[in-house]
């Protein structure tokens, strides 16, 4: 794809490809034109349209996005224009209200990229674009939210420090005298004086009742690795709403790295995404995640144990004290690693049929172009993989236990979220979640995102004085 421009017009091409008859292969001038009003870009509907789009187990193409959002603003445009001619009375009002909205006759997705909303490139979504729709999904979400109906948790230890907030109150003896706010203290103490004798003397005579200090704020600081499931079955529709449980936890994901960036930015959190094995993911990627395909390879099983030793060596790098890994997945486990022979005779001998996978260079250097995922490969080398119809194989079972147990150990707590329609795989991550005293949870696809935020916002911040933190 190309962008020109001269004076007069901006303007989007897109090549011919091999096969002529496909729409996206026509060039983008034949996809036809739309006006667009001034305010466009301002309305929540698009971004939100964009939002939609994006989360789609395959990422449309621009030219895919463009008709896409053709449609949509042909769809508003009969709406608005049904209300106006409600509205207004008078037909010469309706009509230069209209006309001093129109813009140039330019393709709807120029003017997100001369907006800053989209890049030409594969993965069109820029950093604005990302940010702008990130909130608008969490305004979304926060507005379904009610109190007290998901998971609440209590965060039980406080982080390193405090922060600093502008207010200030008076200080009382025994509070941490760096937090006196010096120039509020000495206006006090002239002011006193000023009232008291009518005059003001250098050096000044301070008092205590002069003393004010800054307020704090106590940073509950947290690490968190939320680990997300992209076996093949999560790409599954939900019962519930109109996005599969992949889309659901990608938008619930999204809102809530949006939520920490702009409210808890001293929190760290991170994305794994995992199938037979395990990959760290920028959270700019969150959007454009997808499973694993079955049948071409092995990794659209689903392995416990390589997202919690990924998520353990990461939680060790950082110096914090609350250190939590968060499960997101639809099944229960069917793979695991083998560390040794011995432990591969094992099921040799008690299932002579049984399958390991050693993933290929080929297809992590696929994965890698395909998913842009890098693969860690130094948690373990051979892959068990075992799945049974609403059954946990036995070694698998106790080998994902054993590896939680060893993150609980590292002080690290595990909770597990069941996005599915149904609870009968449910019993194993109980059974898990009881070595470890974490927390399971069941929920249907489309509540997600407002179970994902209030449990995040319910292991925040308090404001408490500074009496309380010294």
């Known amino acids: 794809m190309k962008i020109f421009t001269n004076k007069s017009i901006d303007f989007i091409y897109f090549p011919f490809t091999k096969d002529p008859d496909k729409t996206s292969n026509k060039k983008f001038e034949d996809l036809g034109e739309h006006n667009i009003s001034n305010d466009m870009f301002d309305d929540d509907d698009l971004l939100k349209s964009l939002g939609r789009e994006i989360l789609k187990e395959k990422t449309p193409s621009l030219q895919e996005l463009e008709q896409s959002l053709q449609e949509i603003i042909k769809k508003k445009e009969k709406k608005d224009k049904f209300k106006k001619e409600n509205d207004f009375k008078d037909k010469n009002e309706l009509n230069a209200s209209s006309d001093s909205n129109v813009k140039a006759n330019l393709p709807i997705i120029t003017h997100l990229i001369r907006k800053g909303f989209l890049k030409n490139s594969e993965k069109w979504l820029s950093s604005k674009g990302f940010v702008n729709i990130g909130e608008k999904i969490l305004?979304?979400?926060?507005?379904?939210?009610?109190?007290?109906?998901?998971?609440?948790h209590e965060t039980k230890n406080?982080?390193?420090?405090s922060l600093l907030l502008?207010?200030?109150?008076?200080?009382?003896?025994g509070d941490d005298i760096r937090l006196i706010n010096i120039p509020n203290s000495l206006l006090n103490s002239i002011q006193r004086l000023a009232r008291e004798n009518g005059k003001v003397e250098i050096p000044l005579k301070l008092d205590i009742e002069d003393f004010e200090e800054y307020e704090t704020i106590q940073d509950v600081r947290i690490s968190i690795v939320y680990c997300i499931d992209l076996s093949s079955t999560m790409r599954y529709s939900t019962l519930y709403g109109d996005l599969s449980r992949i889309e659901a936890a990608k938008r619930a994901l999204w809102s809530l790295y949006i939520l920490h960036k702009k409210y808890f930015p001293s929190d760290i959190i991170n994305i794994i995404g995992f199938g037979a094995l395990a990959s760290k993911i920028d959270p700019l990627d969150i959007p454009y995640l997808k499973t694993f395909e079955p049948g071409v390879d092995?990794?659209?099983?689903?392995?416990?144990?390589?997202?919690?030793?990924l998520a353990k060596k990461m939680l060790q790098k950082n110096p914090v004290e609350n250190k939590r890994i968060v499960l997101i997945t639809d099944g229960h486990p069917s793979a695991c690693f083998i560390d040794n022979e011995k432990e591969q005779q094992k099921i040799l001998s008690q299932r002579p049929y049984s399958h390991f996978y050693i993933p290929d260079k080929n297809t992590i250097n696929s994965i890698k172009k395909s998913h842009e995922m890098n693969l860690d490969i130094h948690s373990g080398g051979l892959v068990y993989l075992c799945y049974r119809y609403r059954q946990v194989d036995q070694f698998i079972g106790e080998r994902?236990?054993?590896?939680?147990?060893?993150?609980?150990?590292?002080?690290?707590?595990?909770?597990?979220i069941m996005i599915s329609e149904e609870n009968s795989m449910l019993s194993y991550v109980n059974e898990m979640?009881?070595?470890?005293?974490?927390?399971?949870?069941?929920?249907n696809p489309d509540s997600i995102g407002k179970m994902l935020l209030t449990d995040y916002i319910n292991n925040k911040k308090k404001i408490i004085h500074s009496k309380d933190n010294f």
């Open 158 to 161: 406080f982080g390193y420090g």
């Open 400 to 416: 994902t236990i054993i590896e939680a147990k060893k993150c609980y150990k590292k002080g690290i707590q595990i909770d597990t």
């Open 433 to 443: 979640e009881k070595y470890v005293k974490g927390r399971s949870y069941y929920i």
């Open 166 to 173: 502008d207010t200030t109150k008076k200080y009382e003896l």
């Open 298 to 309: 092995f990794l659209h099983y689903t392995n416990y144990q390589a997202a919690l030793r």
């Open 139 to 152: 305004q979304d979400i926060l507005k379904e939210l009610k109190k007290g109906d998901f998971g609440i």
